[in-house]
């Protein structure tokens, strides 16, 4: 336990040191949220994370899952490329909780190109990038829970190009009986330099922390206002802001908002839950606005089972 303690005293200090240095990492594709629930809320989610979802916003919160969690999310991004997400969370027994997650982004075909033939040679090529996750979470005492995830990282481009990585996140979460009151921080991205041609790049190692607590709770209504800050070590410090009102537990309307983004501002969604022979399912949809590149569409599927 204290050495958990020393790590996240020790390494947000170092992060929050270094000069903002844009494009000075690799594996960008890391920091793409993959929540429709989260993107709604401006991913304020560190704390408010639920489900099978948590292998990648806080792998503490996996302990929440009793017996089942499924996630998937669909991400429509920029200029044709697609982003998804999936995740398995199963619980152990014991208080503890072991989840894997995939995440990918891959772009459509594309022509290839030469001096000689413009226009293209006739043969297609892909480029993507893939992490595959492997969280454990579990108790520590009745109201903290600690988890982790190792990355197993890889960008490629057609056949002829691939490079590997690894990267570790560790999250603690706390959580309370008072107006759902919980707090999360998590060093994410921790690992191995990914080697192009003769250089090469960190991944965007990121502290984040946050907070999120419901004001008003009555029987058929409740808002839950979050908010989280987080420190990449290519970038400077970015405040999220997101509020998710619940009405019968089974409508969700949901808005964001993110502080010190020269593009990623506001954000909304909404989500509603039903039961799938049986199956409790929950739909999600987001929307996030990029300034000058336009916005992203979010839609997830939720399925948990107790």
Not at 18 to 30: I, V
Not at 86 to 108: E, I, K, Q, W
Not at 145 to 161: E, H, M, P
Not at 279 to 293: C, I, K, R, T
Request: hydrophobic share 40%; glycine share 10%.
């Amino acid at each position: 336990m204290r050495h958990i303690v020393l790590i996240f005293l020790l390494l947000p200090m170092l992060l929050w040191a270094q000069y903002e240095r844009p494009g000075s990492t690799s594996a960008q594709f890391l920091k793409i949220g993959v929540s429709a629930r989260a993107a709604g809320m401006s991913n304020a989610f560190i704390s408010a994370v639920e489900g099978a979802e948590a292998a990648y916003y806080n792998p503490a919160a996996l302990v929440g899952i009793k017996r089942i969690g499924l996630a998937f999310t669909h991400t429509c991004w920029f200029a044709g490329i697609n982003h998804e997400f999936a995740a398995l969370g199963y619980n152990l027994g014991h208080n503890s909780v072991l989840a894997f997650s995939v995440t990918a982004l891959y772009t459509d075909a594309m022509k290839v190109r030469t001096p000689l033939q413009p226009d293209g040679t006739g043969a297609t090529f892909y480029a993507g990038s893939n992490r595959f996750g492997l969280s454990f979470a579990r108790y520590l005492t009745n109201h903290v829970s600690f988890g982790s995830t190792v990355n197993f990282i890889n960008i490629y481009l057609d056949k002829g190009f691939s490079k590997n990585g690894i990267t570790v996140d560790v999250a603690v979460l706390y959580r309370t009986n008072y107006h759902g009151f919980r707090f999360g921080m998590m060093i994410s991205n921790f690992g191995s330099s990914i080697k192009f041609v003769n250089e090469s790049y960190p991944p965007p190692t990121t502290f984040t922390f946050g907070l999120n607590f419901n004001p008003v709770e009555l029987k058929t209504q409740r808002v839950m206002f979050s908010i989280a800050a987080e420190k990449p070590n290519d970038g400077k410090p970015i405040g999220k802001s997101g509020v998710e009102y619940t009405v019968k537990n089974h409508l969700f309307l949901r808005a964001g908002y993110r502080l010190n983004s020269e593009v990623e501002t506001f954000s909304f969604g909404f989500g509603f839950k039903l039961n799938i022979h049986n199956w409790p399912a929950q739909f999600d949809y987001a929307y996030s606005d990029f300034s000058e590149l336009g916005a992203t569409h979010r839609f997830g599927l939720n399925l948990n089972w107790e």
